[in-house]
């Protein structure tokens, strides 16, 4: 009998269902209803905030991200503070302060889960409306964090203190990104405020002078460093 055909040679591609979405795809899919907050939805969400709020109290502060080096406002007391069920991370698209609409920045929010440790700031009551006013302003100008009260632990005792933790059910909510795109996307966003690289080293560099070790910062500035003297050599 004759030979039969020779076989065709078949390849299969195996793709990764694990591949981790290109940076590009998560900045279109984060930027599709992102919208900056009017004046007056911004105050509606401030006067929710301090419904229970009286006129003669003073009022804590948390602050975990650039409030720990640049609060900005004046405070009769700060206090080192704990604060347990949430944790520090890069977890929130910047597409004002510390990035732009097209090249979002990253700057930290409060996630679930965990603990932190920050600065309280003591506000006199008679500087709170103002305070909180700009705070708000700076905080929350596209509504991406849910502002909480909530017990911060610290060496003179408990204090109940506003806190800003990220709202999960936003678009501004950033998850699933590989260190290598977090170091990029840090290392190339510029803002109103400023470089992501300038903010993410100054929380870091200002929490280790108050004695607050964040191991996951820590590894994210020995990149970003890393990252910044392969530039400097290869531009000699």
């Not at 949430?86 to 929130?92: E, I, M, P, S």
């Not at 090249?103 to 305070?131: E, H, I, K, N, W």
Request: aromatic share 10%; glycine share 8%; charged share 20%.
């Amino acid at each position: 009998m004759p030979p039969g055909p020779c076989p065709i040679p078949v390849y299969i591609a195996f793709i990764s269902v694990n591949q981790p979405p290109t940076l590009e795809s998560l900045f279109a899919a984060s930027g599709s209803s992102f919208r900056l907050l009017t004046e007056a939805e911004r105050q509606a969400s401030l006067d929710a905030a301090m419904a229970h709020w009286h006129p003669q109290q003073d009022v804590w502060v948390f602050g975990y991200g650039s409030l720990v080096w640049r609060p900005d406002f004046d405070y009769a007391e700060r206090r080192s503070a704990l604060l347990k069920g949430y944790h520090r991370a890069l977890c929130l698209w910047s597409r004002v302060n510390r990035g732009t609409p097209e090249r979002p920045g990253l700057v930290f929010g409060l996630d679930v889960g965990g603990s932190c440790r920050g600065m309280a700031y003591r506000v006199p009551s008679r500087q709170v409306p103002d305070t909180l006013h700009e705070l708000w302003k700076r905080e929350m100008p596209s509504g991406a964090y849910i502002p909480k009260w909530l017990s911060c632990r610290t060496h003179e005792g408990n204090v109940k203190a506003l806190v800003f933790t990220m709202d999960r059910s936003k678009d501004a909510y950033v998850r699933g990104l590989t260190r290598d795109q977090l170091v990029a996307v840090v290392r190339d966003a510029h803002g109103t405020y400023g470089p992501c690289t300038e903010y993410v080293l100054e929380t870091a560099q200002a929490l280790k002078a108050a004695g607050i070790h964040d191991k996951k910062l820590e590894a994210v500035v020995l990149r970003l460093q890393g990252a910044a003297s392969a530039i400097d050599m290869s531009g000699r």
